[in-house]
């Protein structure tokens, strides 16, 4: 049960937590903050939380548990404005999709990792960011993975995971490298792609015409290049060394694919193509 | 109207399109014809074809339209069967998703492009392949391209622009180096990138933890990946030049990105995601 929730940064994300909390039953009070009062009036109208404050000091200010659900490039920010008014018994945690830079990140501003930082990245969205979007069911049954330090607090830690699964999510635990590894290739290598596909596209001469031809293939495909471009930018450069390393090892897979096409090589190509429709087809199941 | 028409390969493509033209009421006896007795009895219980005939030459006789919803690459093993029996009167269409290498198939078998010969592409689908799967609605508002050459007979046209309208569709008409151009950006070569990823993932050691973390973004980026394997190996050697220089395109900005990344360069990223993202957001309205 948490008394006083600080969610800064009410959008998709922080936002469908308080819900998720409201609907448990699992929050008392939620506090929001962000830099933009017309942003949290909205959060506030929409019933997402039940009061806000402009003053980041104020808003973490006794809370039991504070929520960083701001993209990954102003983390170090937030835990500055914070860090006067941060009571060590409050449980902090973030929802970055790159947690290495967060810890970096922490530990610059704080001196050290406090113990009673817990990273944290639930795996779920959709391509909206605001608000508005925000929905109580979007962490059903979804995956949140920790990556709790050797020093990390445990009853910071279990506090994190009850909150998580009072808001309907799957808690998992993992060490921050393999944490990072791990979504460069099923989550930030994607939306490269995704992002260099329609980019591409884009810059044709005859673009207008190119996206007019595009059916229900390319609509699902691309979905994820709608995501928030700020948040992307972020990512991208919170997670550099796993990313790069998906990206070069992709485009190896491109090279098979592009080789096979030019040297019309139809066994490679049926192999490579039968392969990854059983993975994917694995996956679905 | 279309008193006999003959569906040769009785697939989602064939199947939909004699599913459709039976609801309007355009056409009065569907018969299919395919290599696998079994497949072809299947479609018989599902009401999608009146008839089956295991004999090419039996299937198109007395047709007054053919349709070929084979693979690309059986095009031409289809049209050296169908020959001796095929009227001149006949009207004869296509649904593959390369053009010049089907008008190529047909114009080696037949010594010339027969007049009556009609290139056509409906831009529909699923990643599904087969008859089970094929649903009448599936070319509702969806386009479907006609690539008629110098010589194609107008009254041939006219009636396969009809019959594809009737069966729901939007019918445009385009040039066949054209229409590979824009397969090759909007369909082809997102494929391959789907294909590429879910390779690329499925070889890595640690695979199965890498997709179970995998989220509903990679869920839908990664859905043209069950694709019918054989298909689009055909596609890939049907439409190599255009899918090459589409790829290389593709790299180009897929470099661009890496670059940038590897430059913590955060104004290009943001730059690429925001342009990325402005086009699929106006593409989806």
Redesign the interface.
């Known amino acids: 049960m948490i008394n006083r929730l600080c969610i800064i940064g009410v959008g998709l994300i922080g936002g469908s937590l308080a819900l998720a909390l409201r609907r448990s039953g699992h929050v008392k009070q939620v506090i929001g903050h962000s830099r933009d009062a017309a942003h949290l009036q909205k959060a506030l109208e929409l019933g997402v939380i039940d009061a806000y404050e402009l003053d980041p000091c104020k808003a973490v200010a006794g809370a039991d548990v504070v929520v960083l659900a701001v993209p990954l490039?102003a983390i170090a920010t937030v835990c500055e404005l914070i860090k006067p008014a941060l009571d060590p018994a409050v449980v902090l945690t973030d929802v970055g999709s790159a947690k290495q830079s967060v810890v970096n990140d922490v530990a610059r501003i704080f001196g050290h990792v406090p113990p009673r930082f817990v990273p944290g990245h639930p795996?779920?969205?959709?391509?909206k960011s605001r608000v508005e979007a925000a929905f109580s069911e979007l962490y059903d049954g979804?995956?949140v993975?920790l990556t709790p330090l050797a020093d990390t607090d445990v009853q910071a830690l279990a506090r994190v995971r009850e909150m998580w699964q009072s808001a309907g999510a799957i808690v998992e635990e993992m060490d921050v490298a393999h944490h990072d590894l791990?979504?460069a290739?099923?989550?930030h290598?994607?939306?490269?792609?995704?992002?260099?596909?329609?980019?591409?596209?884009?810059?044709?001469n005859?673009?207008d015409?190119?996206?007019?031809?595009?059916?229900?293939?390319?609509?699902?495909?691309?979905?994820?290049?709608?995501?928030?471009?700020?948040m992307?930018?972020?990512i991208?450069?919170a997670n550099?060394e796993a990313?790069?390393e998906?990206?070069a090892?992709?485009?190896?897979?491109?090279h098979d694919?592009?080789h096979?096409?030019?040297a019309?090589d139809?066994d490679s190509?049926?192999e490579?193509?039968?392969?990854?429709?059983?993975?994917?087809?694995?996956?679905?199941k």
Chains 1, 2 share one sequence.
């Open positions: 490039g795996i779920a969205g959709t391509e979804r995956r993975i791990v979504l290739a099923t989550s290598l994607p939306h490269m792609l995704a992002f260099g596909l329609v980019d591409s596209l884009a810059r044709m005859d673009h015409e190119i996206f007019r031809y595009a059916a229900g293939g390319f609509r699902d495909f691309t979905r994820i290049a709608s995501g928030d471009p700020v992307w930018r972020d991208c450069l550099p990313l790069l998906m990206m090892r992709y485009e190896n897979d491109l694919i592009k096979a096409i030019t019309a139809g190509l049926l490579i193509f039968t392969r990854a429709k059983q993975a994917r087809d694995k996956f679905v």
